[in-house]
């Protein structure tokens, strides 16, 4: 889905149709993080690119529970998302064959805007884990489905979709290549 984003460089979200295309993401992210690969629990990755196919923000999806599931992210340095951006990037856990009831995600305390943005997309603090990221504490965020549709970025994509406030509209990820499992 092309995308006009801030400044003049078209960005696109991209959803990994192969194997191959998922674990670049998740090793683009991985190695963004400095962490294992091996971190990631049956993860599947998707990202947002500029026209020359260049990777500016990876997501990734990972141990999902049924309901639950973790996202991790990186961003390029200088990266500004504009609000269409990230609504697109956050209806993939909600609005895809998952249908996840809550995203959790764990933010290192020394990284600000990690925790500027996480909070900027409607995340809610919900605790801290003392050493868990060696030396640092992590803040555990989570994000509700309904805190989601219902928040600027769901009611965002209904009104691009033209569809009432009661409904969740959008794309159907399963003929854009998503493939997701649970």
Not at 117 to 144: M, P, Q, T
Not at 149 to 175: C, H, M, P, T, W
Request: glycine letters at 8%; a negative charge.
């Amino acid at each position: 889905m092309a995308l006009q984003a801030r400044g003049a460089t078209v960005r696109f979200v991209f959803f990994p149709r192969t194997t191959a295309e998922a674990n670049a993401v998740v090793t683009w992210v991985a190695n963004r993080l400095g962490e294992p690969i091996s971190i990631f629990h049956d993860p599947y990755g998707y990202c947002l690119m500029d026209e020359n196919s260049e990777v500016l923000l990876g997501v990734v999806l990972h141990d999902y529970s049924g309901h639950n599931m973790m996202m991790s992210l990186a961003i390029q340095p200088g990266v500004i998302l504009s609000p269409a951006l990230v609504a697109e990037l956050m209806r993939v856990p909600f609005e895809s064959p998952l249908d996840a009831s809550r995203v959790t995600a764990f933010v290192d305390e020394t990284n600000l805007r990690s925790l500027r943005l996480i909070e900027a997309i409607g995340f809610s603090e919900e605790g801290r884990i003392r050493k868990h990221f060696g030396d640092h504490d992590a803040f555990v965020y989570g994000l509700l489905k309904d805190e989601f549709l219902e928040g600027r970025y769901g009611r965002r994509i209904r009104k691009q979709a033209g569809e009432s406030a009661n409904a969740v509209g959008g794309n159907d990820f399963r003929e854009e290549g998503v493939q997701l499992t649970n």
